[in-house]
């Protein structure tokens, strides 16, 4: 099937904007680890594997629509060392890809693809509720309990 122009456009920042989180997650995952934090690794974990779902879908449906994905374009990173930069880091990498999804979904409205927007939909639900919500209330115990308490709470 031959796919809208915007939509698959669209679609394709949508792939850059995932990879980059994904990228920047699992980076995340293995830091965590390495500094002895598993419960802030187990999630990083967790958003790479939905970041790795979300890839699947999309790349499958830019392929029905008869499009040829571009894995080589990533949104760059932003690399932090402090706990709490990483956190802010992974929110800014989840609200980019929640406006990417939404510009995604308002084109795919437009232009009548009711289906790729319901698959955006879908993977704006889990950014929101899951990713970007968890990320914000991290910080906001990190600014509550203070960052000793919040990382000895990560240890076990």
Request: hydrophobic share 45%.
């Amino acid at each position: 099937m031959k796919g809208n122009p915007r939509v698959v456009a669209h679609l394709q920042r949508l792939l850059n904007a995932e990879l980059g989180v994904a990228d920047l997650s699992l980076l995340h995952a293995r830091i965590y680890e390495d500094r002895g934090f598993p419960r802030l690794s187990a999630h990083a974990d967790a958003v790479v594997g939905d970041a790795r779902e979300a890839l699947d879908r999309v790349l499958r449906r830019m392929l029905f629509l008869g499009a040829k994905p571009d894995m080589n374009q990533r949104e760059p990173i932003a690399v932090a060392s402090a706990i709490r930069d990483m956190l802010r880091n992974d929110l800014n990498g989840q609200y980019r890809l929640a406006e990417c999804l939404r510009g995604a979904l308002g084109c795919c409205h437009d232009e009548k693809d009711f289906q790729t927007a319901a698959l955006l939909q879908s993977l704006l639900a889990t950014v929101e509720e899951r990713h970007a919500y968890w990320l914000e209330q991290q910080l906001g115990l990190l600014e509550t309990v203070g960052e000793a308490a919040y990382l000895a709470a990560q240890m076990g």
